[in-house]
């Protein structure tokens, strides 16, 4: 018998009163892997998550998590599911450590509530009253509390927002650790570096569709960049004439050069642009060697302009 995807979500449509927020969108995330959902605000993926952790009804399409419906198998699920909460849920008077006992009072097996503070670097607020942490420290219970049970399967969205960096490290290297102990891990960002670093499988959505999927490896390609500065106005097409076929040159702006290779940039590129700036007497300054990065495909694939 085959063992069902961590989640599996066919055709889902989502709407509320007169507006769309997910339109027929299909995905699959895999067992012990990390799977980033991104896209814009208004994009559908806090939506699409909130339902494969049964707090909302589908109006079409079917969503199964561990093979199970999240709603009408909710009590089945509840004990092998983790959710990290954005904020809200927890009493304010509590303490960071008996919060954290009483969530793993609720399983078999939880991970001991003390060395998981201490690898989240709140042993010192352990005995701090929830109102009283921060807003990064609240972040890091949240998370706490959401795998302190062994989830076969995790939901974090935003676990690192307002984090600064030692605690966004420590949060990448836990969520690693989740990943290689065999738990499914399905992550909503808006940091691209952390989807390029964490994710086996990447799903962009925008307007709620799917409109690209893959390894992060996959949708950026091979392809590479070569950037330079040097006087305005040199002449382009002369360049491009002098570069393997393939290559693309532009200015933009003003004494700032990009040449693009979709194979890559490779030595016998940067010999031809060093040379071909050398003839001229143009020395190419700040020289830098850049790939195609996932940011870079998420503005293509979703645009520029500010979203509401």
């Known amino acids: 018998m085959n063992t069902p995807p961590a989640v599996e979500i066919d055709g889902l449509v989502k709407s509320y009163r007169n507006a769309t927020a997910v339109a027929g969108l299909s995905l699959r995330a895999e067992r012990s892997q990390v799977t980033a959902i991104l896209g814009p605000n208004g994009a559908g993926k806090t939506t699409t998550i909130e339902t494969c952790e049964g707090y909302r009804k589908p109006d079409g399409g079917s969503v199964r998590v561990l093979g199970l419906d999240p709603i009408a198998d909710a009590r089945t699920l509840r004990p092998r599911v983790g959710v990290m909460l954005q904020s809200g849920g927890v009493p304010t008077t509590v303490r960071a450590a008996e919060y954290l006992r009483v969530m793993a009072s609720?399983?078999?097996?939880?991970?001991?509530?003390?060395?998981?503070?201490?690898?989240?670097?709140?042993t010192g607020s352990a005995r701090t009253p929830y109102r009283q942490l921060s807003g990064g420290q609240q972040q890091r219970l949240a998370l706490a509390a959401a795998i302190v049970g062994r989830p076969e399967l995790v939901f974090l969205d935003e676990p690192t927002a307002g984090l600064?960096?030692?605690?966004?490290?420590?949060?990448?290297?836990?969520?690693e650790g989740l990943r290689a102990a065999g738990t499914a891990v399905i992550l909503a960002t808006h940091y691209m570096e952390e989807a390029e670093r964490l994710a086996d499988h990447v799903a962009i959505v925008d307007h709620g569709r799917l409109v690209a999927d893959g390894t992060?490896?996959?949708l950026t390609g091979t392809a590479g960049q070569l950037r330079f500065r040097a006087e305005p106005g040199l002449d382009t097409d002369g360049l491009l004439a002098a570069l393997p076929a393939g290559s693309a040159a532009k200015e933009s702006p003003?004494?700032?050069?990009?040449?693009?290779?979709?194979?890559?940039?490779?030595?016998?590129?940067?010999?031809?642009?060093?040379?071909?700036?050398?003839?001229?007497?143009?020395?190419?300054?700040?020289?830098?060697i850049e790939s195609r990065t996932l940011e870079d495909v998420f503005l293509e694939l979703t645009g520029r302009e500010l979203r509401d």
């Open 254 to 288: 003003a004494g700032h050069y990009l040449v693009e290779r979709p194979e890559g940039i490779e030595p016998q590129l940067i010999a031809a642009v060093t040379a071909w700036c050398a003839e001229r007497g143009v020395l190419a300054a700040k020289l830098q």
């Open 164 to 175: 600064d960096p030692q605690a966004r490290h420590a949060t990448w290297e836990l969520i």
């Open 106 to 122: 609720f399983y078999a097996r939880p991970l001991d509530p003390a060395r998981l503070l201490d690898t989240l670097g709140l």
């Open 216 to 218: 992060p490896a996959s």
